[in-house]
C-alpha cells in the first residue's frame, strides 16, 4: 500500500480508520504510509528545485 492509495481512501471514507478496514490495514499503517508518502512529496518540493537543489 502505498501513501497516495491510502490518502485516496481516508479522502472518500472520511477517516483513517475506515479507510484502514476498507484496505485490510491497522489505522497505524494507514497514518504511516501516509506520513511517509507526504514527507517523500514535501523533501522533494518546488521551494528544494527553486533554489537549484533539486
Known sequence: MDGCHASEHVAETGSFTAAAERLGRTQAAVS????KWRNDWTCGSSSARIA???
Not at 32 to 35: D, S
Open 32 to 35: 504511516m504510509a501516509i506520513a
Open 52 to 54: 537549484g537543489y533539486r
